[in-house]
């Protein structure tokens, strides 16, 4: 049960027992109905106190959750994002408060009604009574103000009463009047005018439960996989190249799978209302897949009220498949009696058989689904609700994703606004914040994705259906919702019905026309609906129109003229206005385009190679025109939205991964920038995004990403095309950097900035602080505090009191600690003399970015418990150049307690601006409001100087209640420095204390494994816990394991607590000249690699300098050092070196030859190591087996393991 379903329930189950609580609730309601207790009730307080208790729901919530449950803690358990519904019954309670002042307040006195006395004993006698009646009332003024004055304290108390009775009114008996139009819905939605419905609860419980039960492969929406037998087999491949999908998984799952409940936690307490219309499900199918087919007919039937569901219709056009005829007739008729089965007596297409469907069927909504898809928990009332109340309405679910692979379900987002370009392709944008009432509210949308939404059958036919002359399928979604929209209906999404949907890898079925139906389709659309905005889309692709036949449109064009339709500028007005902005109908001018040449072999340009959506590009001979190729896999355009689209399609270049030569893909086209921004960069002939540009391998004719090395022919290329005026223009011209467009709120909280430095540089400490005043909105810098850890440089003590005197006394202030205490101690100094209501923590050697410090404070005033951690850029140590790190990733360690990034997930964002949580930050740079940073205690005193602080912060936030989000439009630059110049200010390990301090107090049995690393050193003495144990008592934390599954569930696969065995481990043995081994030297404080004489013992060397590991990873990882080795670029002659391992392949993918004793580069047997014995060093030369230098042997080696190279490890990527 949720956590918040429990906190209601609770507190309404406790009143509704409770006969003094329903006594109250019936005077209270008595009184605002005859007014009887307007004289004695005053409420002026509580209407003026509301707006302070809404500020302070958590502190109502936590009141409430002690009250309904006496071993809660006080500490909100409850998630912000799971209070939405407590927050629409505040606002009703704002509105009753409101209502019954407006009563009190409009009562007129009460007064005598009499003849005027005409005697003076008369008047006389009125003027004693006026004295008395004045008397009265001031007594009766005294009691009430007696009466304020008592309930004054109570102000919030009487709020959350006045909350719990709405909560408690809204469960016992929630009802809705609706304006019901005559005869829409068959007899028991006739005939009054207005009718009262009871709302009610329709979710099946039991059968939830039943679910939450089963095991098996696939249930619970989880991925499933195939033995090591099958999988690969030729069964798998054939069944996989006739569907599109990994059919013979899906046969290995049952076809009652249970699913993940994707929906919002407040999806789970919504009622919808106690008679809703009949449906009719309408699932049509061509050759599709006995198991997924079932699927889809049996999650219908398992998660629809039985009332509600009136038949289940299946078309099947046409198919040849013989499972699909008498044993698909023979199970429908023994198992599924609501379902009917019509047949198409050849291919008549989608949309033809959908109409045929809904010819059929007799309920009064129809819903339309394909037939690869699975319902979820409560799909339909979800749909029905807003047909029920506006009949000219069609509700389109929210599409959540299974893969195609493993038949994994995973969400795709919380739901989007649906658009079009002027190619037709179907597009999806953010929610409208004024469209997101509450999580659980539809909201409209311009254009349905396609196969999935709900619509009345009177309005369906009405609207005359699909145009009948559509064919096969294609923009039948633009027509359906062109033609709602401009003939008087709506079209919405419900976020609380979700169905995952299988995308096929590709469309395994062969095309059934000999023309181009789709876009005779499109030209239909555009003839009949678009107006004047059709020759946009004709312009786009004139010849390709030119000879579409768009046939006879008399009949749909009569009924438009029948409806009285509105024009297509009123849709784009009024209906869809994003469109003229995002995608302009008229397509500004390229910075560059044609084909893309590669300068290092000019006869080969990039080319798709036909290989589809998220597979890499490559290679492959240039067309002769390079300007206008005729080969349209290689024409490209770097478009005005700052990406590289293909010209005749919807894909963009795509880079999902930042690690060195990571593959260069083909997706669609999202037009937000992030992983599909490149700058062609006319004079060094670089495509650039974010510190790496495309690179190629000549000879494996692949294209991939490095970092941008001007000196590398690889990485220089020529478009057909180039408009140099418009790329020398390109900070002014084009589509809007990301960010620049977004709104804060208007009232921030003001920041502390805390600037701990040690021995830090002149002019980086300086920039630092100037860069943070010039790049800050002024009225949110409270202050910035810069505390000196007790540095020895004499112009860090009073010639930076006198500069920070001169010119920057208002804002800035310098600590002096009087020795060095370390960064951890540093930062708790300064949060301790802040002021600021939002402390933010930065290093001394950082550069603010443009409009930095509101993205990090807007997400705090949300909720107070939110840590928000800035982008960190690179700023080059030896040129200072600022280098973008890249579009961000989730912050994680492996179980050597080292810092590592996961890639983001699907559901992790919505668009390049939005925040993402991150289990762990990257260390010094995070705002965190003052009041939650002291409620977890600040850091733990106890850690010295630096080493695991950002663990210890990290976990205790999302343990203790808390979250961790990073903005990608707050960017901060960082010196990395090559090493570190400062001694060691302690003479034992104080960084594996600190990492024992950290298991000991917050990683419960986890712990264990981050000991079994390295026994011997985490032997030290971790120091007295008992402080923190017990703040960690006093908060009621969570779990560690409940971290590791709720907050980084994908670290435990990455990294692994139990490290898989390695390939091989030991000294890198050159067998050509058998003396020589590979090792690290150290060379101007930098490691590097060479050949050096060979230690003894080669299995275990006794010189960790020639210790290495080929690990499971398929890197190879120096010993006692975080680094691997690593290849640049894979050229002849390219050197080895040592690089942080980043874990992502790449160029640190290596392979060991078992026969040949030789070590490839990456997968493909290009390159090998060679050894160059003259010089002494390790290069990289085309792999011959006639080379002796390129023969190796390593220490230990597991045999069956690296002969089954592609079988151990993770999974190579692509």
Known sequence: MEKGMVFAGGVVEKLKNNEVARKLVGKMLGAMSDQRGKRSVQIDAAVTNYNTANFQKVEIHKTLTNEASKNRSSTCPIAQNELNWIETVLIAVQHALGEMNKIINGQKTLCLVGNHPSSHLDRVGAAMDDKLRKARKARLRSVIRSIIKFLYPLRYLLVIVVTVIIVLLFRQRNRLTLDMGVGHFGEHFRPQKIRVFEKIDYHNYEQMQSDLNRVGPGEQGKAATLSPEESGGERQKELYYKNGFNALLSDKISVNRSIADLRHPSCKLQTYLNQLPLASVVVPFYEEHWTTLLRTVHSVLNRSPPHLLKEVIIVDDGSTKEFLHGQLEDYVKRNLPKVKIVRQPERTGLIKARLAGARVATGEVLVFLDSHTEAGYNWLPPLLEPIAENPKTCVCPLIDVIDDQTFDLHAQDEGGRGLFDWTFHYKRIVVKNEDRISPTAPFPSPVMAGGLFAIGTEFFWELGGYDEELDIWGAEQYEISFKIWQCGGRMLDAPCSRFGHIYRSYSPFPNSRKYDFITRNHKR????????????????????????????????????????????????????????????????????????????????????????????????????????????????????????????????????????????????????????????????????????????????????????????????????????????????????????????????????????????????????????????????????????????????????????????????????????????????????????????????????????????????????????????????DDTFEFVPQDEGARGAFDWNMLYKRLPLRPEDQKDPTQPFSSPVMAGGLFAISARFFWELGGYDEKLEIWGAEQYELSFKIWMCGGQMIDVPCSRVGHIYRSYSPFPNARTYDFVAKNHKRVAEVWMDEYKQYVYDRDPIRYAIDAGDLAKMKQLRRTLKCKSFRWYMQEIAPDLIDKYPPVEPDDFAAGAIQNLANMNLCVEVRDQSGKEHLVLALCVNNKSTPERTAQHFRFTWRRDLKAIGSSKCVDVPNHAVGEELNLFDCHDQQGNQLFQYDVDTKQIFVGKDKVYCFEADENNRKLFINRCSKAIESQRWRIGQMNVERLRNWLKYGPKLYS
Not at 530 to 559: F, L, N, T, V, W
Not at 704 to 719: A, E, G, H, L
Not at 744 to 770: D, G, M, N
Request: charged share 25%; net charge neutral; hydrophobic share 35%.
């Open 525 to 876: 659309v555009a003839e009949i609906w678009m107006d004047e905005y059709k020759q946009y889309i004709y312009d786009r692709d004139p010849e390709r129109y030119a000879k579409a036949d768009a046939g006879d449109m008399s009949k749909m064009r009569a009924i438009r003229q029948k409806l009285q339709c509105k024009p297509f500028k009123w849709f784009l007005q009024e209906v869809a206005p994003e469109i003229i902005e995002l995608y302009p109908p008229v397509e500004p001018d390229p910075f560059a385009s044609g084909s893309i040449q590669s300068v290092a072999d000019p006869t080969h340009c990039i080319d798709t190679m036909q290989r589809g959506r998220g597979k890499p590009i490559g290679m492959y001979p240039c067309s002769n025109n390079l300007a206008v190729p005729t080969n349209r896999n290689q024409y490209f355009i770097h478009s005005w939205h700052r990406d590289i689209q293909l010209k005749y399609g919807e894909e963009c270049f795509d880079v999902p991964e930042s690690a060195p030569r990571s593959p260069v893909t083909i997706f669609t086209c999202h037009y937000h920038q992030g992983n599909q921004f490149f700058q062609y960069d006319y004079k060094t002939q670089q495509i650039k995004r974010n510190g790496l540009c495309i690179d190629s391998d000549p000879i494996a004719k692949e294209v991939f990403v490095n970092p941008c090395n001007s000196d590398s022919i690889t990485q220089r290329w020529k478009f057909g095309s180039v408009n140099l005026k418009l790329l020398k223009q390109w900070k002014t011209y084009g589509a809007k950097f990301i960010c620049h467009h977004i709104t804060y709120s208007k009232h921030l909280p003001q920041a502390s900035i805390i600037v701990p430095f040690y021995e830090e540089h002149w002019t980086t400490l300086l920039r630092t602080v100037h860069s943070v005043i010039h790049r800050t909105p002024p009225a949110l810098l409270k202050e910035i505090i810069l505390v000196d850890d007790g540095s020895l440089k004499p112009f860090l003590k009073k010639p930076l009191d006198d500069y920070v005197a001169k010119h920057l006394e208002h804002l800035v202030r310098v600590i002096h600690l009087p020795e060095r205490s370390g960064l951890i101690t540093a930062r708790l100094s300064g949060a301790k003399l802040a002021k600021g209501e939002i402390l933010l923590f930065l290093d001394s050697h950082v550069e603010a970015g443009i409009n930095w410090l509101p993205p990090l404070l807007e997400p705090i005033v949300h909720d107070y418990r939110t840590c928000v951690c800035p982008f960190i850029d690179v700023i080059k």
